[in-house]
């Protein structure tokens, strides 16, 4: 598919007013663009930093002597492999689910003339707010038998019931002429989904795919709770026991504590990094949106 | 649209094959190599299945299967024991297994909490008096220890109280900036201001530049105190917890006749200058950098196992500095303090569900006997250590397959629950600046400052949090100058006595009277 | 050029005669998608619902939840009569308000302002740096914040300086610490926001762009009778979520940043709670917070959701 700039604003002549405002949005933007990437920047430079170099200076720009210690310290753990092994098993199998079980739900709820959508609908916004608390989910989680498997990690999240809506809301902004005409071509509601709606719904699927990846990927607190064998903890679990500090930690060599913050920053690199290189993924599927063009009715 | 569906079904498949391997894989909880161990010791009963629930240390080394240590308790007790150090120590997640119902046979939580109290009221525990006869080593740990922590003589756990008998925090100095301003270790509150003032105005660190403050601590909390401890216990506060008035009855501790003078001492300290203004800001990480970074002279900090840290920090950006040690400064009458006597710590129960109490009676007396502490600390003679005469070998290369921690330092099991060095006066000779370390846990034990009354009430442990919560609040407030001083400690006791503070005092005096009637 | 063009016609309503089975038949494959959905609310969301009963028992887990014996408002009455409880209600609202008045339209405004990007790299990169600060964790922005914000040592305070000011104490002086909170709170979230409303632009259909331009229509009149009435139901669906999540304050953030020093403006329910004990297991007490959040939450949800559709809107549900 070779990419046709169908933006029509390029094609009128720029005005100097025009302009102005571009180049003024431009800087703002980016801007604002630097103040988001400071301190991943800082925590980056921390974590290659010797704690000399870091406690020489409040503002990390650039290590003034590097340090790989804290990397090293972590890689040569060999359950560090199995972490993420883990997490990546929770991080891609539970955004599957997540992404079905909401697409088809909020498919159906979208449907406005749809008999019930709008107290089915009540009935999930209503959990939003009301839950019953950690004792009884870990009940439900004991009873289903899903204690000390990654799928308590991924099931009892299946559904973030915010993400519903917004997919919903998604749904209800798509042009249904496009929707009409099919179906008076013969499709199906079911085949209208399938046929149309996902493949130009693919930015808010994506949009929404990554909210749903990236909070599993941190979760931490329901391994906590319902997992027992480190084998089978996440990553963030892992890391985070790493830097936990007790008796015990300081009986190991005292050269680990002796890298303080570069290596707990080292840690939080290494939870970041994997699922940042997912932005790419993310954007290149971002922007094949509707846009594009590709499916006109 | 195919390639996607593609995708996705490979993806599935794949999480499935997945999951599959790491469910046959996993399974490696530690519950060691028990049925062998304890079927070839014994062969006549089947080992007793004892699941424990702890939140231990979980920074101890992993604990593998086939552990040595855990098959050699197994094959002594003869038990299948089944070890769960909880992530992290979150005592959320004990609180909440035993809440809903999900019992082990041995629970450890933390003790003088809402839910270790809720465990002994709901009956979920059972009163371990009954195994006493059969267990001497856990009733000597009770009655020797902690006789106060039984109600009407009915213990229901083993307590274990963090820093019960000795302590490890002292207020650490730059001895390059005290020679450099000429003066040495504060002795006296008065010579204490004067080393803050020096510090903060005299160019200590010799760059010809006004960067450096006298004092910093933690921002006072519930938990850490107020940063400014030392003070009050100069100024002649007697306990940790509470204060006797004249007439013998107990007191909130900041209404002891001490209190405004110190209040006022601390405030000038703050007024001058000399205290680090974003105090408030400081956790303990942060508090250490300023010290390691040459912006503050004096800290308060932990020492015992962390001289060699702090030092070593320290020594990053000064190569050439060096870190002092002493007592607390003293107030006029000689009275000094620093460090107060634990309340909390951890508590070990057996649950009412457990199916064979005796036998999970036997292993908690087995962890606090000597012959426990010296399987855990030691390992097999002959495969972990050697001994010639008394002198111990350590086999680190033996050590390192089960869950010992290195250099000397003891089971992954130890840890925690009934066990931590400063408690135990534990410390292998393999520790490097053993002595110093030593030296510390003295000064720090002698800075410390007893309790009125040693257990938590159960009110106490209702409003406790709730009511220090309201100290703090004044104590910042007037350390600020948001309020004046008199009438801040005035209100505060007002506050403090009417939000529950008078049934908790009634309580607690009742708990003093008692405690005063056995001793 | 009417708004109107992007809106579907009205939904034709289904003649009702035929019985409701006859219904749920004829769309069966639609109701079966809802099949899982509904499975994960009764069971991960429902049935776990009767632990909020909590708040009015002594919670005895020997006898569980259901059995325990009711004291009525008992936890409720404890809570109410803590004198704090009132500074920390008003703290979490103001809180939240501000957050609201001043973080809701300003992901509204980035998404508008990225739109009119023309350089897809740099949209894209735009886009990728935003959304950033939401995989760092308010442990590590806090103590970044900790040090650029310092007195003495900070950079943002060595500008100030610099001209002739008077530092701020951004983080222990009350007259700032709700408005550093607030802009930080900001300033973490709405990268995140901020593609909510992007991916909701990419469904404006080019072609009304198109029109409007030959139309003659400039930048500012296609923005106001295009694009933004097109992503308006997103905003207004947003905006009563965050209506409903009023109670919510930002914990973590706080918790991380507040001190004592800070108490008067900065406590809010979820921290005050949490130091005098949620995290000792008071369970019950955990309960009554957590369903009187709820009725607050629910309550204004109801409001804003009704005063949406009011106005024509279809509301969160």
Same mark, same amino acid.
């Given at each position: 598919?070779?990419?046709?700039?169908?933006?029509?604003?390029?094609?009128?002549?720029?005005?100097?007013?025009?302009?102005?405002?571009?180049?003024?949005?431009?800087?703002?933007?980016?801007?604002?663009?630097i103040t988001c990437i400071y301190p991943f920047w800082d925590t980056l430079v921390v974590s290659f930093s010797s704690l000399k170099s870091y406690l020489s200076t409040s503002v990390h720009l650039w290590p003034?002597?590097?340090s790989f210690e804290g990397y090293q310290f972590m890689i040569s753990n060999a359950d560090l492999w199995t972490s993420y092994a883990n997490s990546i098993f929770i991080t891609v199998v539970g955004t599957v689910i997540n992404l079905i079980v909401t697409v088809m739900a909020a498919y159906v709820l979208s449907k406005k003339d749809l008999k019930?959508?709008?107290?089915?609908?009540?009935?999930?916004?209503?959990?939003?707010?009301?839950?019953?608390?950690?004792?009884?989910?870990?009940?439900?989680?004991?009873?289903?038998?899903?204690?000390?498997?990654?799928?308590?990690?991924?099931?009892?999240?299946?559904?973030?019931?915010?993400?519903l809506i917004i997919m919903r809301n998604f749904f209800f902004d798509l042009p249904h002429e496009l929707e009409e005409s099919a179906m008076l071509d013969g499709c199906t509601e079911v085949g209208v989904l399938f046929r149309i709606i996902l493949p130009i719904s693919r930015p808010s699927m994506i949009t929404i795919a990554l909210f749903y990846a990236v909070d599993h990927w941190n979760d931490f607190f329901s391994a906590i709770l319902y997992i027992m064998d480190n084998s089978k903890w996440p990553l963030q679990l892992f890391l985070r026991s790493m830097l936990f500090e007790t008796e015990a930690s300081y009986s190991s060599s005292a050269s680990l504590f002796l890298l303080g913050q570069p290596m707990k920053m080292a840690a939080i690199m290494m939870a970041i990094i994997p699922i940042m290189l997912m932005f790419p993924f993310f954007q290149k599927y971002f922007a094949k949106g509707i846009l594009m063009g590709a499916v006109k009715g | 649209m195919k390639g996607t569906k593609k995708i996705i079904a490979l993806l599935l498949a794949a999480a499935t094959a997945f999951s599959a391997a790491a469910c046959s894989g996993g399974g490696q909880t530690a519950s060691g190599g028990a049925a062998s161990g304890?079927?070839?010791?014994?062969?006549?009963?089947?080992?007793?299945?004892?699941?424990?629930?702890t939140t231990g240390d979980a920074a101890a080394e992993p604990i593998e299967s086939g552990d040595r240590i855990i098959t050699e308790i197994n094959s002594r007790l003869g038990i299948n024991l089944e070890v769960q150090i909880v992530p992290e120590g979150n005592v959320e997640k004990v609180n909440v297994a035993m809440a809903s119902g999900d019992y082990p046979d041995v629970v450890t939580g933390a003790y003088g909490t809402s839910a270790t109290q809720g465990w002994i009221d709901n009956g979920m525990v059972v009163e371990l008096n009954q195994f006493f006869d059969a267990n001497p080593d856990m009733k000597a740990w009770i009655e020797n220890d902690y006789p106060w922590s039984g109600t009407d003589g009915k213990y229901y756990g083993v307590p274990f109280i963090v820093q019960y008998n000795s302590a490890n925090n002292l207020i650490i100095m730059r001895q390059d900036w005290l020679d450099n301003v000429g003066l040495s270790y504060p002795k006296t509150l008065d010579e204490m201001r004067a080393v803050l003032e020096a510090f903060t105005n005299e160019d200590p660190d010799g760059n010809g530049q006004n960067d450096t403050v006298g004092y910093t601590a933690e921002k006072p909390s519930n938990t850490g105190g107020t940063g400014f401890d030392w003070v009050f216990f100069a100024y002649g506060r007697e306990y940790s917890d509470y204060a006797l008035d004249e007439n013998g009855n107990v007191i909130p501790w900041f209404e002891y006749d001490g209190f405004v003078p110190a209040m006022t001492y601390i405030k000038d300290l703050w007024d001058s200058g000399l205290v680090d203004k974003e105090l408030m800001l400081n956790d303990a990480t942060k508090k250490e950098e300023k010290f390691y970074q040459g912006r503050v002279g004096a800290i308060p900090a932990v020492l015992y196992r962390h001289v060699s840290r702090?030092?070593?920090?320290?020594?990053?950006?000064?190569?050439?500095?060096?870190?002092?040690?002493?007592?607390?400064?003293?107030?006029?009458?000689?009275?000094?303090?620093?460090?107060?006597?634990?309340?909390?710590?951890?508590?070990?129960?057996?649950?009412?569900?457990?199916?064979?109490?005796?036998?999970?009676?036997?292993?908690?007396?087995?962890?606090?006997?000597?012959?426990?502490?010296?399987?855990?600390?030691?390992?097999?003679?002959?495969?972990?250590?050697?001994?010639?005469?008394?002198?111990?070998?350590?086999?680190?290369?033996?050590?390192?397959?089960?869950?010992?921690?290195?250099?000397?330092?003891?089971?992954?099991?130890?840890?925690?629950?009934?066990?931590?060095?400063?408690?135990?006066?534990?410390?292998?000779?393999?520790?490097?600046?053993?002595?110093?370390?030593?030296?510390?846990?003295?000064?720090?034990?002698?800075?410390?400052?007893?309790?009125?009354?040693?257990?938590?009430?159960?009110?106490?442990?209702?409003?406790?949090?709730?009511?220090?919560?309201?100290?703090?609040?004044?104590?910042?407030?007037?350390?600020?100058?948001?309020?004046?001083?008199?009438?801040?400690?005035?209100?505060?006791?007002?506050?403090?006595?009417s939000q529950g503070g008078e049934e908790m005092l009634k309580e607690v005096?009742?708990?003093?009277e008692a405690q005063g009637a056995a001793e | 050029m009417a708004a109107a063009t992007v809106r579907r016609p009205p939904a034709k309503k289904k003649e009702g005669v035929a019985g409701f089975f006859r219904y749920l038949w004829k769309h069966k494959y639609m109701y079966l998608m809802l099949v899982p959905a509904i499975a994960f609310y009764v069971i991960f969301c429902y049935v776990p619902m009767y632990g909020a009963t909590m708040a009015f028992k002594d919670f005895n887990p020997m006898m569980g939840i259901w059995d325990s014996p009711w004291v009525g408002f008992e936890h409720f009455e404890q809570l109410f009569a803590l004198d704090k409880f009132y500074s920390v209600l008003w703290n979490t609202i103001s809180i939240s308000v501000i957050r609201l008045i001043f973080g809701f339209p300003f992901p509204i405004i980035v998404a508008l302002m990225l739109n009119e990007v023309r350089s897809k790299k740099l949209k894209q990169g735009i886009q990728t740096a935003i959304y950033i600060p939401n995989f760092i964790s308010w442990v590590v922005l806090g103590g970044i914040m900790v040090n650029l914000l310092s007195t003495d040592s900070g950079i943002v305070n060595g500008i100030i300086k610099a001209f002739g000011f008077?530092?701020?104490?951004?983080?222990?002086?009350?007259?700032?610490?709700?408005? $550093?909170?607030?802009?930080?709170? +900001?300033?973490? $979230?709405?990268?995140?926001?901020? +593609?909510?409303?992007?991916?909701?632009l990419t469904a404006v259909d080019p072609q009304l762009y198109e029109a409007a331009t030959v139309d003659g229509a400039g930048r500012w009149k296609q923005l106001f009778h295009i694009t933004l009435p097109c992503i308006m139901s997103t905003i207004v669906v947003m905006f009563i979520m965050r209506i409903g999540s009023l109670m919510q304050a930002g914990f973590e953030q706080i918790f991380v940043l507040y001190n004592p020093g800070v108490y008067g403006v900065a406590d809010i329910i979820d921290t005050y709670v949490y130091r005098i004990g949620l995290q000792e297991g008071k369970f019950e007490l955990a309960a009554a917070v957590g369903l009187f959040k709820s009725v607050i939450n629910f309550v204004l949800i109801i409001i804003a959701n009704k005063i949406a559709r009011m106005a024509g809107e279809e509301g969160v549900y």
């Amino acid at each position: 598919m070779t990419k046709v700039k169908r933006d029509p604003r390029n094609r009128i002549r720029r005005s100097f007013g025009s302009r102005l405002f571009d180049g003024i949005n431009i800087i703002l933007l980016v801007l604002l663009a630097i103040t988001c990437i400071y301190p991943f920047w800082d925590t980056l430079v921390v974590s290659f930093s010797s704690l000399k170099s870091y406690l020489s200076t409040s503002v990390h720009l650039w290590p003034s002597e590097w340090s790989f210690e804290g990397y090293q310290f972590m890689i040569s753990n060999a359950d560090l492999w199995t972490s993420y092994a883990n997490s990546i098993f929770i991080t891609v199998v539970g955004t599957v689910i997540n992404l079905i079980v909401t697409v088809m739900a909020a498919y159906v709820l979208s449907k406005k003339d749809l008999k019930g959508h709008r107290v089915l609908t009540f009935l999930a916004v209503f959990t939003m707010m009301f839950s019953g608390g950690i004792i009884p989910t870990y009940i439900v989680v004991k009873d289903l038998h899903l204690m000390n498997t990654l799928w308590s990690m991924i099931l009892p999240t299946a559904i973030t019931t915010s993400y519903l809506i917004i997919m919903r809301n998604f749904f209800f902004d798509l042009p249904h002429e496009l929707e009409e005409s099919a179906m008076l071509d013969g499709c199906t509601e079911v085949g209208v989904l399938f046929r149309i709606i996902l493949p130009i719904s693919r930015p808010s699927m994506i949009t929404i795919a990554l909210f749903y990846a990236v909070d599993h990927w941190n979760d931490f607190f329901s391994a906590i709770l319902y997992i027992m064998d480190n084998s089978k903890w996440p990553l963030q679990l892992f890391l985070r026991s790493m830097l936990f500090e007790t008796e015990a930690s300081y009986s190991s060599s005292a050269s680990l504590f002796l890298l303080g913050q570069p290596m707990k920053m080292a840690a939080i690199m290494m939870a970041i990094i994997p699922i940042m290189l997912m932005f790419p993924f993310f954007q290149k599927y971002f922007a094949k949106g509707i846009l594009m063009g590709a499916v006109k009715g | 649209m195919k390639g996607t569906k593609k995708i996705i079904a490979l993806l599935l498949a794949a999480a499935t094959a997945f999951s599959a391997a790491a469910c046959s894989g996993g399974g490696q909880t530690a519950s060691g190599g028990a049925a062998s161990g304890g079927a070839s010791q014994e062969g006549n009963s089947d080992p007793v299945p004892i699941k424990w629930l702890t939140t231990g240390d979980a920074a101890a080394e992993p604990i593998e299967s086939g552990d040595r240590i855990i098959t050699e308790i197994n094959s002594r007790l003869g038990i299948n024991l089944e070890v769960q150090i909880v992530p992290e120590g979150n005592v959320e997640k004990v609180n909440v297994a035993m809440a809903s119902g999900d019992y082990p046979d041995v629970v450890t939580g933390a003790y003088g909490t809402s839910a270790t109290q809720g465990w002994i009221d709901n009956g979920m525990v059972v009163e371990l008096n009954q195994f006493f006869d059969a267990n001497p080593d856990m009733k000597a740990w009770i009655e020797n220890d902690y006789p106060w922590s039984g109600t009407d003589g009915k213990y229901y756990g083993v307590p274990f109280i963090v820093q019960y008998n000795s302590a490890n925090n002292l207020i650490i100095m730059r001895q390059d900036w005290l020679d450099n301003v000429g003066l040495s270790y504060p002795k006296t509150l008065d010579e204490m201001r004067a080393v803050l003032e020096a510090f903060t105005n005299e160019d200590p660190d010799g760059n010809g530049q006004n960067d450096t403050v006298g004092y910093t601590a933690e921002k006072p909390s519930n938990t850490g105190g107020t940063g400014f401890d030392w003070v009050f216990f100069a100024y002649g506060r007697e306990y940790s917890d509470y204060a006797l008035d004249e007439n013998g009855n107990v007191i909130p501790w900041f209404e002891y006749d001490g209190f405004v003078p110190a209040m006022t001492y601390i405030k000038d300290l703050w007024d001058s200058g000399l205290v680090d203004k974003e105090l408030m800001l400081n956790d303990a990480t942060k508090k250490e950098e300023k010290f390691y970074q040459g912006r503050v002279g004096a800290i308060p900090a932990v020492l015992y196992r962390h001289v060699s840290r702090q030092e070593n920090s320290l020594h990053e950006l000064f190569p050439d500095a060096s870190m002092v040690y002493d007592l607390p400064p003293t107030g006029e009458d000689g009275s000094f303090g620093l460090n107060k006597q634990g309340k909390n710590g951890m508590f070990t129960c057996i649950t009412a569900a457990c199916q064979n109490q005796a036998k999970a009676a036997e292993f908690i007396n087995f962890m606090v006997s000597d012959e426990g502490n010296e399987l855990l600390r030691l390992g097999l003679e002959g495969i972990h250590y050697t001994k010639d005469g008394d002198t111990i070998t350590y086999n680190e290369e033996e050590r390192a397959k089960d869950a010992f921690s290195p250099d000397g330092w003891a089971h992954a099991l130890a840890w925690g629950s009934f066990y931590w060095p400063l408690e135990s006066g534990y410390m292998p000779d393999t520790e490097p600046n053993k002595e110093r370390a030593l030296e510390t846990v003295e000064m720090a034990t002698e800075a410390q400052v007893p309790n009125l009354v040693k257990q938590k009430t159960p009110l106490e442990i209702e409003n406790g949090s709730s009511l220090e919560d309201i100290f703090i609040q004044y104590f910042s407030d007037m350390l600020q100058g948001k309020i004046e001083i008199e009438a801040g400690a005035k209100e505060l006791s007002e506050k403090w006595r009417s939000q529950g503070g008078e049934e908790m005092l009634k309580e607690v005096q009742a708990a003093y009277e008692a405690q005063g009637a056995a001793e | 050029m009417a708004a109107a063009t992007v809106r579907r016609p009205p939904a034709k309503k289904k003649e009702g005669v035929a019985g409701f089975f006859r219904y749920l038949w004829k769309h069966k494959y639609m109701y079966l998608m809802l099949v899982p959905a509904i499975a994960f609310y009764v069971i991960f969301c429902y049935v776990p619902m009767y632990g909020a009963t909590m708040a009015f028992k002594d919670f005895n887990p020997m006898m569980g939840i259901w059995d325990s014996p009711w004291v009525g408002f008992e936890h409720f009455e404890q809570l109410f009569a803590l004198d704090k409880f009132y500074s920390v209600l008003w703290n979490t609202i103001s809180i939240s308000v501000i957050r609201l008045i001043f973080g809701f339209p300003f992901p509204i405004i980035v998404a508008l302002m990225l739109n009119e990007v023309r350089s897809k790299k740099l949209k894209q990169g735009i886009q990728t740096a935003i959304y950033i600060p939401n995989f760092i964790s308010w442990v590590v922005l806090g103590g970044i914040m900790v040090n650029l914000l310092s007195t003495d040592s900070g950079i943002v305070n060595g500008i100030i300086k610099a001209f002739g000011f008077e530092p701020i104490g951004f983080l222990a002086d009350d007259r700032y610490f709700v408005g $550093t909170m607030v802009v930080s709170m +900001i300033w973490k $979230t709405f990268g995140y926001n901020t +593609i909510i409303y992007l991916a909701a632009l990419t469904a404006v259909d080019p072609q009304l762009y198109e029109a409007a331009t030959v139309d003659g229509a400039g930048r500012w009149k296609q923005l106001f009778h295009i694009t933004l009435p097109c992503i308006m139901s997103t905003i207004v669906v947003m905006f009563i979520m965050r209506i409903g999540s009023l109670m919510q304050a930002g914990f973590e953030q706080i918790f991380v940043l507040y001190n004592p020093g800070v108490y008067g403006v900065a406590d809010i329910i979820d921290t005050y709670v949490y130091r005098i004990g949620l995290q000792e297991g008071k369970f019950e007490l955990a309960a009554a917070v957590g369903l009187f959040k709820s009725v607050i939450n629910f309550v204004l949800i109801i409001i804003a959701n009704k005063i949406a559709r009011m106005a024509g809107e279809e509301g969160v549900y």
